[in-house]
């Protein structure tokens, strides 16, 4: 099945490619319709129970094939999910085709090559997803790069060559302080493949030899730095996230809600999958470390959001707090923290994808995005802005939305987790007065009050394909935020084998 | 029977002129040519080997040699006309429009 | 036939259709719905009431109401979230008060809104429903989690509705500053809720499973929570919700945004200040008082706090010029009051002051909601006088809801504002300890609120409608519709009689035994568990002293306060308040809170905030930039060995492999 997922979506950017631009934003949106009647699918099948990579997970979809062999190790075709990745499998396609559509009025130029570059990286998300073997769940890693790279760099604004370059080298040089992590490992252990799941079952049985002269201990402490170095530039958590800002601002909507809806999320599920999965037992030993990078993320990033005039660039560091949360939930080790760190994703996917969204639609007719330039156009777009509230609301984690679930199971899990968690958690959520701060102001100024427009633009309500996409999603967060069990049911069933670390 | 360290002397003799002409000449069909010693000077070493071994593979390869030089050849020939279509001249000092 | 037990939660549900009417039909259709949507919040609401006094009877039999609504979340060995309904003689009677208000300020908006041809109408009905939708489901919720979300929905619909006129600057920031200033409260209370789940397992309210039995027990057999003392950890969780309450129901040192607030449509004043967001901060204290009464520092601090922001923003009264500021300060002031009685251990008295407050002050905005539409939108007292004869069912409503307010017998602010004092004197000098002296600190706060409460009143009410007209605006003033005097009359009636339930002097106590009426269903909420409680686990004690005294004394401060305000304000009335010179000064600019609060966020958080921005754009980017200026650098360095000229690069190649040569020679030992 997922085979079929991923083939579908690979022909259809290869499809999409070939058609001409005057048709090609119709046609990328039809046909990923198709991955996401997929995903929705699969979730209405999903069978699976526990957790991929321990002995109690039975996946679903599962298919394992010999690809073929590096030295005695065996690299599988191996794809399957569990109640971690599905939720996000579903939140990509969901994505992808809410930003196909959302692309519609800002990108005028090379169509069909942004769509195809829009439906392949589709795809190869789904593979990081999806794949269980390490040798495949790198390849689809690394192939996520590529497009992003263009999508900024061709279709970005004034400094889109600067913020590409930034973006795929920093992200990259990471990749490969995590590869040369997870490669030490896998040699230091007795495994036959590349699997995902035999990594992480014999570490965890503490099976780790040692290399190179490095005894087993310090060799697992150093690829567990190595590996979370390694993701936390892609989550980003502080102080690896300068990146981020940059190319948000750069890049073009469409592109900015997949980043943060969905590339941000690959970082943070690779944690869970590598880091919190495969070696808990590191992750409780420097536990107030990792904790105090997460709450510095959340505070930092917030504040920084707070002194930011660009409203992506708000968006975008808030990003970077929110993600601080899920650090927290993950090194909490427990079912609700785990599983709310796994709610986060989807639900930050949604509503960062949400606001980044409105943001673009109101650049689409201010053609500016300083909060500065321009004041009360609720009065001009009533519905865009209302919607704009929404979407800010949902982030500052109003109840009823998704944003609040997430975060108040991460509050719930995190709080009694280890010694001294309590302050750990208090400290986070002070977050949650800071980020109402900033979007408070932020809407005050921007959306309220008299109506202003520095750049003389004649504004007036946007089309209805733009609003389509934004009612899609607060309808989605809404229904998310009033049923969590939708999906936290299948996240905790999986992530439970988890909680408590090495038992 | 010749010992096979005068082959030696004979195949590092022709292969040091070849260099020789290489570093020094500046006219591309010159290098060319250096460049064919400096083969053919590995063909000796291997030829010389192979008799002195009683083992064909080295003659083996020295087929294949000559017949890597005539590919190069051609290719290179092909490199020189262009050059001389597009410079009026084969001094290799003169192409450097390329750098950097 | 369905009975209340089971449809309960339609009593919330029914303003949530209203709102999902209203916003399909302000994006769908806008003329399809007439009257701007007013329609379906009146039958919503309307028939929320029908609900709600329908469970009032129910729950009158004896029968609490519990249902599980939504298993919400959870996970496996750890908890379980759910959301409830929890219908016992306190959540029935806030109930009844809370629909009875929203319904009558829909009813009532039909003249202030509607006959001032608002735009956007559709939008103000659809946030009145979200509003009501929230407020009831906070009163029904059964655990603290529950009531924390519709806590936080309620804080959301107060900013959707103080922005309501956003086309403005001033309700704008109004909004933002509400919303920010509770939010900063929310925070203490999610991290109590956080921490209470931490440490009990539950949110629960009630029963032998709800957290402040289990806290009740840990304390009597000395178990820890959350690694303290039992004593030490209820006191912290406590005040970590304490700190919700005091935001939303504007408390000190969090009261600054209610004054703001007043830039919304007078309506919304009403609904926030009489029945929703500024009870549910009280509310909530009532609702977990079986939490609060077991530790006497909680008490004290909620006393103190309570008498102390009773009398601070009753001088603030004093000096304002607009009618609805005086009533903002009013609210501050009186829900000091509840918090004062609940923290005097007098759980009735609070609650009794909740509901004839809701009651009064509803009439009150709505009576000068109903002034100002008769004067074109005038909102300074010293633009009006004389409005009496023009509109003469406002001011008889109106003097009976300043009445209650003042605490002149037999208004119903009368009964409960006396009970509250005498709770809170009998227990301060029955008390030992800190507890006791602190409890007569804030009654002597309490007390002397009394006499500014009289002041500002009657002030208020002389300026508005006594006197000569002193602008062509007040003399043109026109009559009110049906539907503005209807609400009006409803509440009149209300803020005479509510008192009467309780009258305590005179041993009437029928809202003492309501409280009681579910006693054996063991959910351990009523009064007399409480006194228990106080008595036992507080060690609050009373002392003898006859009511009649506390209440002689109040009603006199009372009156010499409206007396006062009467002599200095009934017929010719001047800015007395200009000799008070500096005092003015000071009371004038509410103490300086706001600019405080204001410096917290411009003067030091904006500047934090910035510094933080350019750390990370200089430093944090700057080492990264400079890790890739370091490879660029070198890059432009090195590639000048590129020189194009092949000759070159065979030379390179040929002495490299000379050096490889010459390095395995040595290595090799050739040489």
């Known amino acids: 099945m997922i085979e079929a997922l991923l083939a579908v979506t690979f022909v259809s950017s290869l499809v999409v490619f070939a058609a001409p631009d005057r048709v090609a934003g119709k046609l990328a949106a039809l046909l990923s319709l198709a991955p996401l009647a997929g995903s929705l699918w699969l979730y209405t099948a999903f069978d699976g129970s526990g957790n991929a990579l321990l002995p109690d997970g039975d996946l679903a979809f599962e298919t394992m094939a010999t690809w073929l062999s590096i030295g005695d190790l065996a690299v599988n075709w191996h794809v399957g999910l569990d109640g971690v990745s599905l939720p996000l499998v579903v939140l990509t396609t969901l994505l992808t085709t809410l930003a196909i559509v959302s692309a519609w009025t800002p990108i005028d130029e090379r169509q069909s090559q942004f769509y195809g570059l829009v439906l392949f990286m589709e795809a190869a998300l789904l593979g990081v997803f999806s794949a269980l073997d390490f040798f495949l769940w790198f390849v689809f890693w690394e192939a996520v790069l590529v497009p992003m790279y263009f999508l900024i760099g061709v279709w970005g604004g004034p400094r889109r060559k600067y913020a590409a370059i930034k973006f795929f080298v920093y992200t990259n040089v990471a990749s490969l302080l995590m590869f040369i992590g997870v490669i030490a490992l896998v040699f230091a252990l007795p495994v036959e493949s590349f699997g995902l799941p035999e990594i992480a079952q014999s570490l965890r049985a503490g099976e780790l030899g040692s290399l190179a002269g490095i005894q087993p201990g310090t060799l697992e402490v150093l690829a567990f730095f190595a590996i979370f170095v390694g993701f936390a530039v892609k989550v980003p958590v502080v102080p690896f996230h300068t990146w981020l800002p940059d190319a948000h601002v750069e890049a073009p909507t469409p592109a900015s809600v997949l980043l943060a809806g969905v590339l941000l999320k690959m970082g943070t599920y690779a944690l869970l999958r590598f880091n919190f999965t495969m070696m808990p037992g590191v992750a409780q030993d420097y536990v107030y470390l990792i904790a105090a990078v997460g709450v510095v993320s959340v505070i930092y990033g917030a504040m920084l959001a707070l002194a930011q005039q660009d409203l992506k660039r708000i968006v975008a560091y808030s990003s970077v707090s929110s993600m601080g949360y899920v650090i927290l939930g993950l090194v909490a080790l427990t079912p609700f923290g785990l599983g709310g760190a796994t709610f986060q994703m989807v639900s930050h996917g949604l509503i960062s994808g949400l606001l980044f969204m409105t943001v673009g639609v109101i650049y689409n007719t201010t053609h500016t995005r300083m909060v500065g330039d321009m004041s009360g156009l609720a009065d001009r777009m009533p519905f865009t802005v209302g919607v704009f509230v929404a979407g800010a609301f949902a982030y500052m984690g109003l109840p009823l939305m998704s944003g609040f679930a997430a975060e108040v199971f991460i509050f719930l899990g995190a709080f009694d987790a280890f010694a001294g968690a309590p302050w750990f958690t208090a400290a986070a959520m002070f977050g949650i007065v800071i980020v109402a701060g900033y979007l408070l102001f932020a809407m005050q100024r921007s959306l309220f009050g008299p109506f202003r427009l520095e750049t003389d633009y004649e504004v007036g309500r946007a089309p209805l394909h733009d609003v389509v996409p934004l009612v899609v999603l607060v309808a989605t967060i809404v229904l998310l935020g009033v049923f969590p069990e939708l999906i936290f049911d299948m996240i905790t069933d999986a992530v439970t084998a988890l909680s408590g670390g090495v038992a | ?100 | 036939m369905a009975t209340i037990g089971e449809i309960a939660p339609a009593i919330a549900l029914l303003p949530l259709a209203s709102f999902a009417v209203a916003l399909a039909s302000v994006v769908f259709a806008p003329r399809l719905l007439q009257k701007g949507g007013a329609i379906p919040g009146i039958l919503a609401t309307a028939g929320s009431l029908v609900l709600s006094v329908w469970a009032f009877v129910h729950v009158g039999g004896g029968e609490p109401i519990e249902q599980e609504l939504l298993a919400w979340a959870a996970a496996p060995d750890s908890f379980e979230l759910t959301l409830g309904v929890l219908i016992d003689p306190l959540a029935a009677l806030m109930l009844v008060i809370v629909s009875l208000v929203a319904f009558l300020v829909h009813v009532f908006s039909l003249g202030y809104m509607n006959a001032e041809g608002e735009t956007g109408l559709h939008r103000y009905y659809a946030e009145l429903g979200l509003f009501t939708f929230s407020m009831l489901f906070f009163v029904m919720a059964d655990n603290i989690l529950m009531a924390f979300m519709f806590f936080e929905l309620v804080g959301l619909c107060s900013f959707l509705l103080i922005g309501f006129w956003f086309r403005e600057e001033a309700p704008a920031s109004a909004a933002k500053k509400a919303f920010l200033v509770t939010r900063f409260g929310d925070y203490f209370f999610l991290v109590g809720v956080v921490g209470i789940f931490a440490a009990f397992g539950t949110g629960r309210f009630v029963g032998s499973e709800g957290f402040p039995h289990l806290a009740e027990e840990a304390i009597a057999e000395g178990h820890e929570i959350l690694g303290m003392s039992p004593e030490t950890g209820v006191m912290v969780l406590g005040l970590l919700v304490l700190g919700g309450v005091i935001g939303k129901s504007a408390q000190f040192p969090l009261h600054t945004w209610l004054p703001d607030a007043m830039e919304g449509p007078t309506t919304v004043s009403a609904l926030i200040h009489a029945a929703t967001m500024v009870a549910a901060g009280v509310y909530l204290v009532a609702r977990m008082f079986g939490f609060y009464a077991l530790s006497p520092t909680l008490l004290a601090i909620i006393a103190l706090v309570g008498g102390f922001t009773a009398l601070f923003a009753a001088t603030m009264g004093v000096v304002k010029d607009e009618i609805k500021q005086v009533l903002a300060y009013s609210t501050i002031s009186q829900y000091g009051y509840m918090m004062l009685g609940l923290g005097a251990g007098g759980y009735v008295a609070g609650t009794f002051h909740l509901m004839n407050h809701a009651f009064f002050k509803a009439l009150l905005f709505l009576g000068a909601g109903s002034v100002i539409i008769a004067t074109h939108h005038t909102h300074d007292m010293w633009k009006m006088g004389g409005l009496k004869e023009k509109l003469p069912v406002t001011y008889y409503t109106f003097l009976a809801g300043s009445l209650a307010l003042a605490g002149i017998v037999p208004f119903s602010g009368f009964w409960s504002k006396d009970e509250i004092l005498y709770e809170s004197i009998v227990h301060g000098l029955g008390t030992d300890g800190g507890l006791g002296v602190l409890l007569l600190l804030a009654f002597a706060f309490g007390l002397l609120a009394v006499f500014f409460t009289g002041f500002y009143t009657f002030r208020m009410v002389a300026l508005t409608f006594h006197g000569e007209p002193r602008t062509e605006v007040a003399e043109d003033a026109h009559g009110v519709g049906w539907s503005v005097k209807l609400p009006l009359i409803v509440l009149g009636v209300l803020a005479t009689v509510a008192g009467l339930v309780n009258m305590a002097p005179l041993d009437v106590e029928y809202l003492h035994s309501w409280l009681d009426t579910t006693e054996e269903a063991g959910l351990l909420t009523s009064a007399h568990h409480y006194e228990e409680v106080l008595h036992d686990v507080a060690h609050v004690e009373a002392a003898t002293l006859t009511p009649i005294a506390t209440a002689a004394v109040s009603l006199g401060l009372a009156l010499a306060g409206a007396l006062a305000a009467w002599r200095l304000y009934g017929s010719d009335p001047q800015p007395h308040t200009d000799r008070l010179g500096s005092i003015k000064e000071l009371v004038g600019n509410n103490y300086y809170q706001d600019e405080y609060q204001v410096w917290l966020a411009e003067g030091v958080t904006l500047p934090l905030s910035r510094a933080a921005d350019t750390f990370d754009q200089v430093v944090v980017d700057g080492v990264v930039d400079g890790v890739s200026s370091v490879s660029l650098f070198s890059g432009r360095r090195i590639r000048r060995i590129q020189s194009g000229i092949v000759s070159n690069y065979v030379a390179l190649l040929t002495a490299g492999l000379v050096v490889l040569l010459v390095t395995f020679a040595f290595m090799g030992g050739w040489f």
């Open chain 2, 1 to 100: 029977m010749v010992p096979v360290q005068w082959y030696l002397l004979l195949s590092a003799a022709m292969f040091c002129i070849g260099v020789f002409g290489v570093l020094t000449r500046r006219n591309a069909l010159v290098i060319l040519m250096s460049v064919e010693l400096m083969l053919n000077a590995a063909n000796v070493n291997l030829v010389a080997f192979s008799f002195q071994h009683g083992n064909l593979t080295g003659q083996t390869f020295a087929l294949f040699t000559m017949a890597l030089a005539a590919a190069e050849v051609a290719i290179g020939i092909g490199i020189v006309l262009v050059l001389y279509r597009n410079f009026e001249d084969i001094d290799v000092g003169l192409p450097t429009t390329m750098r950097w």
